[in-house]
């Protein structure tokens, strides 16, 4: 019985772990997309930018479109800290859910198994005072 108790044991912790493996996974994903997504829009404003800037004049307007450019730059930068910084507070999050839901469960599955060692020790004893009693 305790065999028992102590495999399913492991088998409740190999499934916590595999599930917070598969939640680290989808988590990354999830921030690489949009990570690429964010480089692809800085690539294509950069773009844009660099084409405005041969159309124009060398002189103001090159100083002027340098300036949105490292603007954009920074808003891109603070953007993509912001989006790190939610997606890691989501990801947080989503692990103390895991985490107190295994928790739970491996909780009523101890009260469970406790609840049969007893009774199955409440029979054993049943078992042995009829023997003594048969005796």
């Known amino acids: ?6 495999r399913e044991m492991s088998e409740l912790i190999t499934q916590h772990e595999e599930d917070m493996e598969k939640l680290r996974a989808e988590l990354n994903q999830e921030q690489q997309h949009l990570l690429d997504e964010l480089r692809q829009q800085m690539a294509a404003t950069h773009k844009a930018e660099v084409e405005q800037a041969q159309l124009q004049s060398q002189t103001l307007h090159s100083l002027e479109l340098e300036a949105l450019r490292l603007s954009l730059n920074n808003m891109h930068t603070s953007q993509l800290e912001l989006t790190q910084s939610n997606l890691r507070k989501e990801k947080e999050i989503a692990l ?17 198994l406790q609840s049969r060692h007893q009774l199955e020790c409440e029979k054993i004893k049943e078992q042995c005072l009829k023997e003594k009693e048969d005796l």
């Open 1 to 6: 019985h305790e065999r028992e108790h102590v």
């Open 96 to 112: 103390v859910e895991l985490r107190e839901m295994l928790n739970d469960k491996r909780a009523q599955e101890v009260a469970i």
